[in-house]
């Protein structure tokens, strides 16, 4: 872990480069200093079907989710919450200048005794820091 799960309204498709808004998210997780790299994931999902305040065509919404794995105290969540938020957040102003447009963002913490998890990624960053 960190699991970011972000779900957006199709009608963005022409305004918003997702692949663009992963990377600017997995970068801010990277740059908290807080999550394991081997952890980090950003997968986003596109709404097809939506419906949104008054029903207006053009409004578009962006919602995250982020799953962290427990032991790590409020202030540190709350700062890398923070970090990656406001990341997102300037690199979607474009998005919000053209249009009418919602983003939200919530982080959740895994209860470790229901979270199962099998992972090799860790161990292949450790060899490659190793060997160079």
Not at 23 to 46: C, D, S, W, Y
Not at 56 to 72: K, P, S
């Amino acid at each position: 872990m960190p699991h970011f799960t972000i779900e957006y309204s199709a009608n963005l498709d022409g305004r918003l480069d997702i692949g663009a808004v992963c990377e600017v998210v997995r970068n801010a997780a990277v740059e908290t200093g807080i999550f394991p790299l081997g952890g980090i994931r950003v997968r986003a999902i596109r709404c097809e079907h939506y419906a949104i305040a008054d029903a207006r065509q053009d409004y578009g919404f962006l919602d995250m989710v982020l799953r962290i794995g427990e032991g790590r105290d409020l202030e540190t969540r709350q700062n890398a919450g923070e970090h990656v938020f406001e990341a997102l957040s300037r690199h979607l102003d474009p998005v919000f200048a053209a249009g009418r447009f919602a983003l939200s963002f919530d982080m959740q913490i895994n209860d470790k005794d229901t979270s199962w998890k099998r992972n090799n990624i860790h161990d292949a960053l450790k060899a490659e820091a190793a060997h160079g």
